[in-house]
């Protein structure tokens, strides 16, 4: 494997560590996926992450034979529907799978969620729709992940999870922590009553400014690279002990 595939299988890993480190996550039930060229990098089947290595990260061809993988482990048992994101759509370059309480809670309880706060328009619509219950690792259970995700940047799994997906790995985990953010709100405003839902409107509205919002791309090298007149020394050494520069003073008295 080449510096870059490396690169991107630490980060695989480095980023389950944090989920589960942050409580998004438990054990080794998650899963995360992100795209490689013509392939899908996976975390495997049932390893911990505290001891999971690079090597141990599973390739999927995008093409190709259907389930077919390489790697000393097994792909993830969620693989199915992972790749069937991955092949559907183009514009997924990472899939994250977690179990996070709230957004569990609500899959348990089968409730979409509803446009309740205005980030819900990271998503792509007007809400986060629970997908039908199958038993994991199944082509039912892809199906019905991919019809909720119609769409949408993230759904809920009945009885199961949720899932986020982002044009990179790192927008598919900041994405996963909105949907778990966006869950706990709306169980908590449930138990005060009946949430006030946005309108279509406002979250179309909303949707517009997101050009400038949330998890951008770094900015070109080129800009970094213009350079700012420096300022006199002397100056510059005040400024960085809070003071003005002493003036000088004649000897005579």
């Not at 922590?177 to 979250?203: C, F, M, N, R, W």
């Not at 179309?204 to 900015?219: C, D, V």
Request: charge should be positive; charged fraction near 25%.
């Amino acid at each position: 494997m080449n510096r870059e595939e490396r690169q991107l299988r630490e980060s695989i890993i480095a980023k389950c560590r944090w989920m589960n480190a942050s409580g998004l996550n438990q054990g080794t039930s998650g899963n995360i996926s992100a795209r490689y060229k013509d392939r899908m990098l996976i975390t495997p089947s049932a390893t911990p992450y505290d001891s999971m290595k690079p090597e141990m990260i599973a390739s999927m061809p995008l093409d190709g034979e259907y389930g077919s993988w390489d790697g000393p482990l097994k792909p993830s048992t969620e693989w199915r529907f992972h790749l069937d994101i991955m092949r559907g759509r183009p514009d997924v370059g990472g899939v994250v799978h977690t179990h996070s309480t709230y957004a569990t809670v609500l899959a348990i309880a089968r409730k979409s969620i509803p446009a309740c706060h205005y980030m819900m328009a990271a998503f792509g619509g007007t809400d986060i729709r629970c997908a039908g219950y199958a038993r994991f690792g199944t082509a039912e259970l892809s199906e019905l992940a991919l019809e909720a995700l119609e769409g949408r940047n993230g759904c809920l799994l009945a009885n199961h999870g949720m899932i986020a997906v982002g044009a990179n790995l790192d927008k598919a985990m900041w994405l996963a922590v909105e949907l778990e953010t966006i869950a706990k709100q709306y169980y908590l405003s449930l138990a005060l009553g009946q949430p006030h839902i946005l309108g279509d409107a406002e979250i179309a509205e909303t949707a517009q400014g997101f050009s400038t919002y949330g998890l951008q791309e770094p900015k070109a090298k080129a800009a970094k690279s213009a350079k700012t007149p420096e300022k006199p020394a002397s100056k510059t050494r005040a400024a960085a002990v809070g003071r003005r520069p002493e003036k000088k003073h004649s000897s005579a008295r």
